[in-house]
């Protein structure tokens, strides 16, 4: 950009032929910088079935250097056939992504099934369960799978039965909210919910409902200045719409 103006554009990542789909969900595709790394999240596209290979880009969290260059520390590099992006994987459809929280770690919000919404802190070549382990079912309401926790894969920071649609995250890192500093503010679209969670040692200790019944919660973010902002999206509401969270004054 220049000017304001779309001057030039690279592509620095591309699945294979092989792996596209025609399907019209869990896409992912949050993006986010962090710890000098490009991060983005890449649904299941509706095939879970692939979630847990490594030679798919799908369910996956990928780690490129700024330029598209793949990290000599990712940890499948090494791995036959495997996609060298691949950080972490195991999700369903990350819906949210953002830095910070009391650790300054990096944060995802996931879509579940009927249930089972999480949030977790990827890490480094860690499996996150899906479709193996999940706190939720089907949408029919029969069993997905048996189980909710399995060796070798991580469980959720946190999670939600019933489902609250998670979508955007941010972490509030702000003098503008003290008392909110380096929580979690988590949109949800089905329950009209935007959330406030508070993680203390790595588990979620206080889970607040800030706004509720005015529109499906698309997103949240925290602009410099510390104002937060939420965006709605719901025609049976209105058109969309962006809030603007004020702290109260004295």
């Given at each position: 950009?220049?000017?304001?103006?779309?001057?030039?554009?690279?592509?620095?990542?591309?699945?294979?032929?092989?792996?596209?789909?025609?399907?019209?969900?869990?896409?992912?595709?949050?993006?986010e910088?962090?710890?000098?790394?490009?991060?983005?999240?890449?649904?299941?596209?509706?095939?879970?079935?692939?979630?847990?290979?490594?030679?798919?880009?799908?369910?996956k969290?990928?780690?490129?250097?700024?330029?598209?260059?793949?990290?000599?520390?990712?940890?499948?590099?090494?791995?036959?056939?495997?996609?060298?992006?691949i950080?972490?994987?195991?999700?369903?459809?990350?819906?949210?992504?953002?830095?910070?929280?009391?650790?300054?770690?990096?944060?995802?919000?996931?879509?579940?099934?009927?249930?089972?919404?999480?949030?977790?802190?990827?890490?480094?070549?860690?499996?996150?369960?899906w479709?193996?382990i999940?706190?939720?079912?089907?949408?029919?309401?029969?069993?997905?799978?048996?189980?909710?926790?399995?060796?070798?894969?991580?469980?959720?920071?946190?999670?939600?039965?019933?489902?609250?649609a998670?979508?955007?995250?941010?972490?509030?890192?702000?003098?503008?909210?003290?008392?909110?500093?380096e929580?979690i503010?988590?949109?949800?679209?089905?329950s009209?919910?935007l959330?406030?969670?508070?993680?203390i040692?790595?588990?979620?200790?206080?889970d607040?409902?800030?706004?509720?019944?005015?529109?499906?919660?698309?997103?949240?973010?925290?602009?410099?200045?510390?104002?937060?902002?939420?965006?709605?999206?719901?025609?049976?509401?209105?058109?969309s719409?962006?809030?603007?969270?004020?702290?109260?004054?004295?």
């Amino acid at each position: 950009m220049k000017n304001g103006c779309w001057e030039d554009e690279e592509i620095i990542f591309q699945s294979k032929t092989e792996h596209e789909t025609n399907k019209e969900y869990h896409f992912g595709s949050r993006i986010e910088f962090w710890d000098g790394y490009l991060f983005f999240s890449v649904g299941d596209r509706g095939e879970p079935e692939n979630v847990q290979d490594l030679s798919w880009p799908s369910g996956k969290i990928h780690r490129l250097q700024y330029d598209g260059r793949i990290p000599k520390d990712n940890p499948f590099i090494d791995v036959e056939n495997a996609y060298p992006s691949i950080f972490s994987y195991g999700h369903r459809n990350p819906q949210g992504l953002t830095v910070g929280g009391p650790d300054g770690a990096f944060y995802i919000s996931e879509h579940g099934p009927r249930g089972g919404d999480e949030i977790n802190r990827p890490e480094k070549g860690k499996n996150y369960g899906w479709p193996i382990i999940t706190h939720g079912m089907n949408y029919d309401g029969t069993l997905m799978t048996p189980f909710t926790e399995k060796e070798g894969m991580e469980q959720p920071m946190k999670y939600w039965v019933p489902s609250i649609a998670t979508a955007g995250i941010t972490s509030v890192q702000s003098e503008t909210f003290p008392e909110w500093e380096e929580d979690i503010l988590v949109s949800g679209l089905q329950s009209q919910e935007l959330h406030r969670v508070r993680f203390i040692n790595g588990e979620a200790v206080e889970d607040e409902v800030l706004i509720k019944g005015i529109g499906r919660v698309r997103d949240v973010t925290q602009s410099k200045g510390g104002d937060i902002f939420v965006v709605m999206n719901d025609d049976t509401f209105g058109p969309s719409s962006v809030y603007r969270i004020l702290p109260i004054s004295e």
